[in-house]
């Protein structure tokens, strides 16, 4: 397993300077300047000359390149142009909020996939896995943005249950501990019920899928003449099988909440990565935009990594394999 992590890092590493490359290429090429957006877009020439200076905007893209590589091989990430403070700073408060909301929606994601491919395969073509069914595949043919929006319209606008937006209420640094988690539980239903609802069609469908292919197997037609009840050969004698590809799919969620959690925090005006990404955006903040697309990179390859992990742990005839 050792050996086989080893080689991926060093497969990713190219494969990240890849991705930055063209990122910093595309960013440059896209028409406008930080000068037009940053500051006040009727500035003097001299002004906005002195600024191109400042932020090294005035050299060759070359020379732009190089100096950026370098800098990132001895981990300095630039300073943001926007919030003129350290981009190391600005993502790494950014990240803690988008932790939160993602390890949230996939521990949705799992719980309720799972559940729901279980009870939909313990009794097959019943009005449980009818209904399920046609829920799972509308959930998971939905946009998430016009999700989002419709679940704003219903539980924040009409019925006025949740808040709309942000991470906390105005004034909340005043409320007591307990007070204050709730407060950010509330906050955080909406979003993480979005991406994992989403996340839990998809997992429900592909388990259920697994767990009746697998209904032939001869070790599970051994378990039943051995007399053993049909909900333990499922909970204990297929699932583990079928969570083989469900681990696989584990670590292709990973690009999931990440794209996904960049439309919904823009949504509700979470605090977040996503957030900063695109604030930065708009700004053409170039050095933030580069180090969340690294960020991002960073995630996905770990995420391909973890999946990797979890296969060999929960099938020990793929540790030979590698």
């Given at each position: 397993?050792?050996?086989?992590?080893?080689?991926?890092?060093?497969?990713?590493i190219p494969l990240l300077w890849l991705v930055?490359?063209?990122?910093?290429?595309?960013?440059h090429a896209v028409p406008g300047s930080v000068?037009?957006?940053?500051?006040?877009?009727?500035?003097?020439?001299?002004?906005?000359?002195?600024?191109?200076?400042?932020?090294?905007?005035?050299?060759?893209?070359?020379?732009?390149?190089?100096?950026?590589?370098?800098?990132?091989?001895?981990?300095?990430?630039?300073?943001?142009?926007?919030?003129?403070?350290?981009?190391?700073?600005?993502?790494?408060?950014?990240?803690?909020?988008?932790?939160?909301?993602?390890?949230?929606?996939?521990?949705?994601?799992?719980?309720?996939?799972?559940?729901?491919?279980?009870?939909?395969?313990?009794?097959?073509?019943?009005?449980?896995?009818?209904?399920?069914?046609?829920?799972?595949?509308?959930?998971?043919?939905m946009p998430s943005f016009w999700l989002a929006?419709?679940?704003?319209?219903?539980?924040?606008?009409?019925?006025?249950?949740?808040?709309?937006?942000?991470?906390?209420?105005?004034?909340?640094?005043?409320?007591?501990?307990?007070?204050?988690?709730?407060?950010?539980?509330?906050?955080?239903?909406?979003?993480?019920?979005?991406?994992?609802?989403?996340?839990?069609?998809?997992?429900?469908?592909?388990?259920?899928?697994?767990?009746?292919?697998?209904?032939?197997?001869?070790?599970?037609?051994?378990?039943?003449?051995?007399?053993?009840?049909?909900?333990?050969?499922?909970?204990?004698?297929?699932?583990?099988?079928?969570?083989?590809?469900?681990?696989?799919?584990?670590?292709?969620?990973?690009?999931?909440?990440?794209?996904?959690?960049?439309?919904?925090?823009?949504?509700?005006?979470?605090?977040?990565?996503?957030?900063?990404?695109?604030?930065?955006?708009?700004?053409?903040?170039?050095?933030?935009?580069?180090?969340?697309?690294?960020?991002?990179?960073?995630?996905?390859?770990?995420?391909?990594?973890?999946?990797?992990?979890?296969?060999?742990?929960?099938?020990?005839?793929?540790?030979?394999?590698?």
């Amino acid at each position: 397993m050792t050996r086989l992590v080893l080689r991926r890092i060093l497969t990713a590493i190219p494969l990240l300077w890849l991705v930055v490359t063209l990122t910093f290429v595309v960013v440059h090429a896209v028409p406008g300047s930080v000068t037009d957006l940053v500051e006040n877009p009727r500035l003097n020439p001299q002004a906005r000359t002195l600024m191109r200076q400042r932020y090294g905007l005035d050299e060759p893209l070359s020379v732009q390149y190089v100096r950026w590589l370098a800098a990132l091989g001895r981990g300095d990430l630039g300073v943001s142009f926007l919030y003129r403070q350290p981009v190391r700073r600005v993502v790494a408060r950014a990240i803690p909020p988008t932790l939160l909301l993602a390890g949230t929606a996939l521990l949705l994601d799992l719980g309720f996939g799972i559940l729901l491919a279980l009870l939909a395969v313990a009794r097959p073509r019943s009005w449980f896995d009818r209904i399920s069914t046609f829920l799972s595949l509308g959930l998971y043919g939905m946009p998430s943005f016009w999700l989002a929006g419709l679940a704003i319209l219903v539980f924040s606008v009409g019925l006025g249950w949740l808040p709309a937006s942000h991470m906390h209420s105005v004034g909340a640094d005043v409320l007591g501990p307990g007070a204050r988690l709730v407060d950010l539980l509330r906050h955080l239903i909406l979003p993480a019920g979005i991406l994992g609802a989403v996340g839990a069609a998809a997992t429900a469908r592909y388990l259920r899928s697994t767990l009746l292919d697998i209904q032939g197997a001869r070790y599970l037609l051994a378990a039943r003449a051995r007399g053993l009840s049909r909900r333990r050969i499922l909970w204990v004698h297929a699932l583990r099988p079928a969570l083989l590809p469900l681990v696989t799919l584990l670590g292709l969620s990973i690009p999931f909440l990440v794209s996904g959690s960049l439309v919904i925090e823009v949504i509700f005006a979470w605090p977040g990565v996503g957030r900063v990404l695109w604030t930065a955006a708009w700004a053409r903040d170039i050095p933030v935009i580069l180090a969340v697309t690294l960020l991002g990179s960073i995630a996905v390859i770990a995420g391909n990594l973890l999946a990797d992990a979890l296969y060999m742990i929960v099938d020990p005839r793929a540790r030979s394999a590698s």
